[in-house]
């Protein structure tokens, strides 16, 4: 793991063998993160949808579906107004009488009243124009374990293959666990003894007090419980014998992550590192360039294979292409071996750009069944890793291979093309003398049509000059006119005449 951070965002790198399988990335002052908890009340019940918008202090509406409640919805939003209220002062659950499971077919509205006070843990983050997603079936994540309120089932990771010691520690965490929580035992508690599980309960015990203190001192909407840090998570989640070396580039977040390693594996502390080398971190180790070969459109495989990956609003499509160098004796042989090469490319690639929801794959037409059933199985291997909710389905009749894959953060995409900086690829282009009226008349427009908006307006660096040039400058000659100031932005990034709108929640003011 290789991890580079900077004042105003963190970037962790994951790296199997040198190659690069994950990119993450975390602003410092983001607010929102997968499994935060929050003190949320329904602002707005739609039965049609039979999904509720929530209010958690975002700017834009949360949504929870009614399948998104859980079994528990009654006893938690019992346990919320009690503790609110204050008339639920224990700690824990020991005293706490649950409510019956609320059905899987029922409507939101008999549920929720507007205005109702839950707890909420976000499930999503916000995606493009949709705000967060959330869900009521409460989890704490630990190192070993997962803490479920309001139940007494203890389910064990499927991933632990062992009959025996799935009994083991089914045994084991049913002696142990709280009155009132249920527990899920990860992968990562395979073999560990009592103590190490008991420990993992405890804190997460602590936890949950916290969360109690924090909710009898709030009013909605408001975060509860913050969920750890994206570098802590991943380390919590994926960490494991396998793991050989924990790079960073920063001081205090090298001291940080010792501290957090101290507490969840010491045995692992001997493998963290900073970095002190003049080169930039990301280079020394050759991030950045698997980063501008991985994330175009074409992959290039090592034989000369390659997969095109397109996207589109309702599913992802991957393409794969034998390259000049395929073999041409045999060509159902040559087909399976682009075939497994591509599978391999395509598990990394699904990781690396975090691509979730339906994705088709076309591979090379094979004849053989058995060629069909091994490349199915192969495809189950290599994603094994994959961390993600997936399912694969077989190829089809077609040739194509069905798979979808869980989405809880935005896609990670990197623009690695360029295309002519004028003309965008069209061939045509707008006389320059025009740029400035063209921004004119879209400042009429966007004040004529939304006047109370502050406006944010982002253009290329030499625009930038134009329009601050002078006394009175074009901008203060703007101020004169619409008494609003329009306040700019340089960026180098942009051609000499794109320029984007912006309003004061930094959302793009489309025009078009």
């Keep these: 793991m290789v991890i580079k951070s900077s004042p105003s965002e963190v970037e962790i790198a994951l790296l199997e063998g040198s190659r690069l399988v994950e990119i993450h990335r975390q602003k410092t002052n983001n607010n929102s993160t997968v499994g935060d908890i929050f003190l949320g009340s329904a602002k707005k019940l739609m039965p049609g949808l039979n999904a509720g918008f929530m209010d958690i202090g975002h700017r834009k509406d949360a949504f ?90 203890v389910a064990v990771s499927k991933k632990i293959s062992s009959p025996d010691e799935r009994k083991r520690l089914k045994v084991l965490v049913e002696s142990i666990k709280p009155k009132n929580f249920g527990v899920i035992v990860r992968t990562a508690a395979e073999g560990k003894k009592v103590a190490d599980l008991h420990n993992d309960i405890r804190e997460l015990e602590e936890k949950w007090k ?22 802590s998570s991943i380390l919590r989640d994926i960490l494991n014998d396998n793991f050989n070396k924990i790079i960073v580039d920063d001081k205090d977040m090298y001291q940080s992550l010792k501290e957090y390693l101290q507490t969840i594996a010491p045995d692992k502390v001997k493998i963290l590192q900073q970095y002190k080398g003049s080169r930039h971190i990301f280079d020394q180790f050759d991030v950045n360039r698997q980063i501008k070969a991985s994330f175009g ?40 071996a682009v075939n497994l090469e591509a599978a391999e490319e395509i598990a990394r690639q699904l990781r690396l750009r975090d691509i979730g929801g339906l994705i088709i794959i076309d591979f090379i037409d094979m004849r053989t069944s058995e060629n069909k059933v091994s490349l199915y199985n192969k495809m189950k291997d290599f994603m094994e890793s994959d961390r993600a909710q997936h399912t694969i389905l077989p190829l089809s009749k077609f040739g194509l291979m069905q798979i979808t894959r869980q989405r809880t953060r935005p896609e990670v995409n990197i623009d690695t093309t360029e295309l002519c900086p004028a003309c965008q690829g069209s061939g045509k282009v707008n006389p320059s003398i025009l740029v400035i009226d063209n921004i004119q008349r879209d400042i009429n427009y966007i004040i004529h049509s939304r006047p109370k908006s502050r406006i944010k307006l982002e253009v290329n660096q030499f ?39 912006f309003d004061e929640a930094d959302d793009e003011i489309r025009l078009s």
């Design 210 to 231: 916290t969360m109690f203190q924090q909710l009898k001192q709030t009013k909605a909407p408001e975060k509860i419980l913050s969920e750890i840090d994206k570098t």
């Design 297 to 336: 459109k074409t992959s290039t495989m090592s034989t000369g294979a390659y997969v095109v990956i397109e996207h589109t609003e309702a599913m992802h499509v991957i393409d794969v292409n034998s390259g000049p160098k395929m073999q041409r004796k045999d060509q159902e042989d040559a087909a399976m």
């Design 64 to 153: 929870l579906h009614y399948t998104d409640l859980g079994p528990q919805i009654k006893s938690l939003i019992k346990y919320t107004n009690a503790v609110v209220r204050g008339s639920y002062n224990s700690p824990l659950l020991d005293n706490f009488e649950l409510e019956p499971d609320n059905p899987k077919t029922g409507k939101i509205d008999q549920v929720f009243d507007k205005n109702t006070f839950v707890l909420v843990q976000v499930l999503k983050e916000p995606i493009s124009t949709k705000g967060p997603r959330l869900s009521c079936e409460i989890t704490i994540p630990g190192r070993y374990v997962v803490l479920t309120p309001f139940s007494e089932i």
């Design 463 to 501: 625009i930038y000059a134009y329009l601050k040039n002078g006394w009175p400058s074009v901008q203060m000659k703007w101020y004169f006119k619409y008494n609003k100031w329009i306040h700019l932005v340089s960026s180098s990034d942009f051609h000499l005449f794109e320029y984007r709108f």
